[in-house]
């Protein structure tokens, strides 16, 4: 009985099938923390959002600038339940005919507990006209028009990040803008400005400057028959974004340059209408000023190759346990997948405080060093350490150079796997498996635990 217990037990240390389950195991284990991980990159990515909030509520949140537009009121009568006649205050939006803004963005980067936000201060030249339409196109009484109270409104979506006076000139006359939209239908909040007495079917040109504060993206309306946007900035990295992209664009290292050319055809709305008939927000078109150094995105990105390194490293241990004939046992597989594991959160932590590149080097070579030195001390074997110190230095600067090719990581890490894996289809090709599996060890003493 003793004897047959002590083949099984022969035989549970020996069989390669179960130690290959058992690793199986301990990776199925490992990729548990990985999850831990992911939730802390998390949780750091919604600490990040959070302070970047607070910086853009206090200096000027994203801008939407809608304007300028014509409103004018108008009267609509009724009579109540006792015959008595009565109006209400309606209103007739008019849009320009002609729209041309041009703008400079001066980008800021600000810090707090380690947090970049990005903010901007935009300097706007608007230019343009209306046409006003004949009271023989509306569908409104030209008596119950109140040309007489018309004001101009332009829509600014933060009005904290307004920086100077806004002084409109119409025709030959000049305005002073207010706080405060007369009507919501188009934007929910901005300034506007009562005028002389509009006359009906007359042109009439405009122009002011904008001096606006604001993080991240600045959008434009397209509510001119025809538009021209003109941007341009020091920012090397933005992204176009919104309904529309530019005609014309250059980006460098030194900043970029976008220009729009809309037409009324490429949106859903007329250039006059009464209420709240159509929502102009979908049109909407920008730039939003990206930080291309994303730690959060990146660190995520890292975390979803942990089960790559635990594989191929613990497989490099199981190869060597083969050649060597000496054993490795679970704990210490258990031990080099922690050091795997460690290198995620270690380059979260560092890259909060140092470049990215920098925090990933550090952690990889500090990584590579601890497991290739434990190598060497559980198999005796400089040779293998050296194995295992190129190993993970290939794998890392592998994943390294995926990173950088954000528009290619998909298939370079289809290509890099493939290839992995025919070097350790080539490697073990003349390995007998079923020799080793019933295969005794001559020296028992010599398989470590």
């Known amino acids: 009985m003793h004897d047959i217990s002590r083949k099984v037990v022969n035989y549970i240390e020996r069989s390669i099938t179960l130690k290959i389950f058992s690793i199986g195991i301990l ?4 990729l548990l923390p990985t999850v831990m991980i992911q939730n802390l990159i998390r949780e750091r990515q919604s600490r990040r959002n959070s302070v970047v909030m607070e910086i853009n509520q206090k200096w000027g949140d994203s801008q939407t600038i809608t304007g300028p537009f014509i409103t004018v009121p108008f009267k609509t009568f009724f009579e109540d339940k006792d015959g008595k006649t ?11 005919e002609t729209l041309d803004i041009s703008g400079k963005m001066t980008p800021e980067v600000r ?21 006003l339409p004949a009271t023989s196109q509306l569908n409104i009484d030209s008596n119950n028009l109140l040309w007489d109270k018309a004001y101009l409104s332009l829509g600014i979506t933060d009005m904290r990040g307004i920086q100077e006076n806004i002084l409109i000139t119409f025709n030959k006359d000049s305005y002073e803008a207010s706080p405060g939209l007369k009507t919501t239908d188009l934007a929910a909040s901005g300034v506007s400005t009562l005028m002389n007495p509009l006359i009906p079917n007359e042109s009439n ?5 904008l001096n606006l504060n604001g993080s991240e993206q600045v959008s434009f309306i397209p509510i001119g028959e025809s538009n021209t946007v003109r941007i341009n900035s020091s920012w090397p990295s933005p992204s176009f974004n919104g309904a529309f992209l530019p005609a014309n664009r250059e980006v460098a290292e030194t900043g970029f340059s976008a220009n729009w050319k809309i037409l009324h055809l490429n949106r859903n709305y007329p250039q006059f209408w009464e209420g709240a008939q159509y929502k102009v927000t979908p049109s909407a078109f920008g730039v939003k000023l ?10 995520m990105r890292l975390a979803k190759y942990s089960i790559v390194f635990l594989l191929f490293t613990f497989a490099s241990f199981f190869f060597s346990e083969i050649i060597n004939k000496q054993r490795i046992h679970p704990i210490q597989y258990l031990l080099i997948g922690a050091a795997i594991l460690i ?13 990215f590149n920098y925090a ?7 990584v590579t060093l601890i497991i290739s030195g434990y190598a060497k001390a559980i198999i005796s074997n400089s040779r293998f350490a050296y194995t295992i110190f190129g190993i993970l230095t290939i794998l890392y600067c592998y994943l390294f150079i995926v990173l950088q090719l954000e528009d290619y990581a998909l298939i370079m890490g289809s290509i890099g ?33």
Not at 113 to 131: M, Q
Not at 343 to 355: A, D, G, K, N, Q
Not at 360 to 366: E, T
């Open 417 to 449: 796997l493939l290839i992995i894996l025919a070097m350790v289809m080539y490697i073990t090709r003349k390995i007998n498996w079923y020799e080793i599996e019933t295969a005794r060890p001559e020296n028992q003493d010599s398989w470590r635990h």
């Open 205 to 209: 040109n405009f122009s002011f400057d």
């Open 360 to 366: 990933y080097m550090i952690s990889a070579a500090s």
């Open 111 to 131: 810090y707090r507990s380690n947090f970049e936000a990005v903010l901007y201060n935009i300097k706007l030249k608007f230019r343009g006209n209306f046409k």
């Open 27 to 30: 990776i199925l284990i490992l």
């Open 290 to 299: 990206i930080l291309t150094a994303d730690i959060y995105q990146r660190s």
């Open 343 to 355: 290198f995620y959160t270690l380059v979260l932590s560092l890259s909060e405080h140092m470049h």
């Open 86 to 96: 009565k109006f209400n205050l309606n209103y007739l939006h008019i849009l320009p």
